[in-house]
């Protein structure tokens, strides 16, 4: 591991943050129903929330000499509130699971204060995997 190599696999985790934020804020315009209000709710702080994430990485990717890649990703759409909540849990699983290899990675580098940040993303993408299970499991009930 290297801060060449680190600074493409933040970039890759920037990316995701911006897809994520991108998902979420169209999502949240677009969940129909008394079940797409609940989601609606959850997702509001999210939005800001991820890409706060991305502002984070952006930082870093240009302390350690890189360019943060903000291209726009391809969001993709679902119809349904149960689509939604099920591709925004492959999201955020995805997410941690980055975030867990990168933080593994940021002791490779001797990176620890990296390291720790990584972490605490890590954890608060398992949060939001945690928020929409939950809301997976109760929807039916709606
Ligand atoms: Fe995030
Ligand atoms: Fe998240």
Redesign the pocket.
């Known amino acids: 591991m290297d801060e060449k190599k680190m600074i493409e696999l933040l970039n890759g985790d920037i990316q995701?943050?911006i897809g994520?934020a991108l998902t979420y804020l169209y999502q949240h315009a677009t969940a129909p129903g008394l079940k797409g209000q609940v989601l609606r709710d959850i997702l509001a702080p999210e939005i800001p929330?991820?890409l706060?994430?991305?502002i984070m990485l952006a930082d870093k990717v240009v302390s350690l000499g890189g360019k943060p890649d903000l291209a726009v990703p391809a969001v993709k759409t679902q119809e349904t509130v149960e689509d939604m909540i099920t591709y925004d849990i492959e999201l955020e699983i995805e997410?941690v699971k980055n975030y867990t290899a990168r933080a593994d990675q940021a002791e490779e580098l001797g990176d620890l204060g990296l390291k720790v940040q990584l972490e605490n993303?890590a954890a608060?993408?398992s949060e939001?995997r945690d928020m929409l299970q939950r809301l997976a499991r109760n929807i039916e009930a709606l």
């Open positions: 995701h943050e994520a929330g991820e706060q994430h991305a997410a993303l608060e993408e939001h």
